[in-house]
């Protein structure tokens, strides 16, 4: 899944064969097991109170490719 905000390097998210994920923007990657994504996810949803804007559900959606 291409995320494309049209201000920077897109970023990609990717399933992994073990139901991981790899996010790639630029030279970086992060590839994550199945029980890190689900660590960092929760970390990410403390950080932010818990809050989803709808501008973010957008950004998640841009372009599935």
Do not use: Y
């Not at 139901?19 to 932010?48: C, F, W, Y």
């Amino acid at each position: 899944m291409k995320i494309d905000k049209g201000r920077g390097t897109p970023t990609w998210v990717a399933r992994r064969r073990d139901n991981g994920v790899t996010i790639h923007q630029g030279a970086s990657r992060i590839m994550l097991a199945p029980d890190e994504l689900a660590e960092v996810l929760d970390a990410i949803q403390k950080v932010t109170g818990g809050q989803c804007s709808h501008q973010a559900e957008k950004t998640i959606q841009v372009d599935e490719q």
